[in-house]
């Protein structure tokens, strides 16, 4: 009788543990290829030059990380990220850590939805669902100077389940000082976002409100001192569509940028830019994929405009890997100096900039896996 009760209170045990038990996932993607770029100044300043090189990352950034979650009963899911970006091709990690894109924990239920607390890819990277060519290195970060896709810390975020087509996202970020804003202690001022999808069998569309404070001030602008000003600290209202057309989706979107308390700025450097673009995918086999995109910006404060041209595609070699191929042009009005790559404000020749006025154009081809 003795052996029966051990032996029935272990297999209790054993079914506890096992119930408690967490799925862990180790992801990644490694992204590589061969770059040709004209119109990039040389190093004097005062002329243009061709550059080729090997680069990671063109048509998605290389990453790796970790998620799992552990089953809590009643529908309930403890939930986490790690991801971190690197370079494939000299193995150097960023920076800003070793998990710059991801840090987060937090709970999930299918019937109320997903709560995290830690680092993440700030909202307006979300844009990446509507930009024809995902975000890769030339799309829809380059003509606002990578002001579509940073990370944000200390954050708090909300994604709701979908009801009736609709769901719900927001995200709120701590500045971690004394001013509720930011006040120069911390690397980071307050950040928040909240975007609304509709999602129909022919169509998607999406609303999406963001704001990047500066974390010397608080305030919605730059300085002279912080040169990057709108295109790191403002106000972004963004409405986008796809539109789902058996083999072809067609995908646009309109981006009012705004700042405030703007200080010195540059000649040159606007407070205000409207970005739009727009573009179709034709998925021409299940394996190959056409795409065509155009963006175009317009800034204020003699910034001038820019429109950037874009053809490529990727051919899927396997449910893994894919070749990819892109071919993209910028064009500058005579004071406008934006580049293929999401580079600072600025002029110098480290910026990889054109001249004002002169046009940039670039091809890349390369190839990703994922695991």
């Not at 990380?65 to 809590?72: F, Q, S």
């Not at 769901?167 to 001022?189: H, I, P, R, V």
């Not at 020749?349 to 695991?371: E, K």
């Amino acid at each position: 009788m003795k052996k029966s009760l051990i032996a029935a209170a272990a297999l209790l045990s054993f079914s506890a543990v096992s119930f408690a038990q967490s799925s862990v996932t180790l992801f990644g993607r490694l992204d590589a290829g061969l770059e040709y770029m004209n119109g990039v100044q040389n190093a004097a300043g005062t002329g243009s030059a061709n550059r080729f090189r090997a680069e990671s990352g063109d048509w998605g950034t290389s990453l790796w990380g970790m998620k799992g979650a552990e089953d809590l009963g009643g529908g309930n899911r403890a939930v986490f990220h790690l991801e971190g970006s690197f370079n494939t091709m000299n193995g150097s990690g960023s920076t800003a850590g070793i998990f710059n894109r991801w840090a987060t924990v937090g709970v999930e239920n299918d019937r109320y939805g997903t709560f995290l607390l830690g680092r993440e890819l700030f909202i307006s990277n979300s844009v990446w669902d509507f930009d024809p060519f995902g975000q890769s290195n030339w799309s829809s970060a380059s003509l606002v100077r990578s002001r579509n896709w940073p990370q944000s810390s200390n954050n708090v975020s909300y994604q709701s389940p979908k009801i009736a087509g609709f769901d719900f996202y927001g995200q709120y970020a701590l500045s971690n000082a004394t001013s509720w804003n930011g006040n120069g202690s911390t690397k980071q001022g307050r950040e928040a976002g909240a975007a609304i999808t509709y999602t129909a069998p022919l169509f998607q569309i999406r609303g999406l409100y963001d704001e990047i404070r500066n974390p010397a001030n608080g305030t919605l602008g730059g300085s002279y001192a912080d040169s990057n000003g709108v295109y790191s600290y403002s106000r972004e209202y963004t409405a986008m569509v796809n539109v789902f057309l058996g083999q072809f989706k067609i995908q646009g979107a309109y981006q009012a940028i705004r700042s405030s308390g703007m200080t010195g700025q540059l000649p040159g450097q606007p407070t205000t830019l409207d970005h739009e673009w727009g573009g179709v995918t034709w998925q021409a086999t299940p394996a190959a994929a056409l795409i065509g995109a155009v963006y175009h910006v317009n800034g204020n404060n003699g910034a001038g405009n820019a429109t950037m041209y874009s053809l490529g595609g990727s051919y899927s070699l396997s449910k893994r890997t894919l070749l990819d191929l892109q071919v993209a042009t910028v064009r500058n009005s005579k004071t406008a100096n934006y580049g293929l790559n999401a580079n600072d404000f600025g002029s110098s020749p480290g910026t990889d900039n054109p001249l004002p006025g002169r046009s940039q154009t670039g091809v890349y081809a390369g190839i990703q896996h994922s695991f």
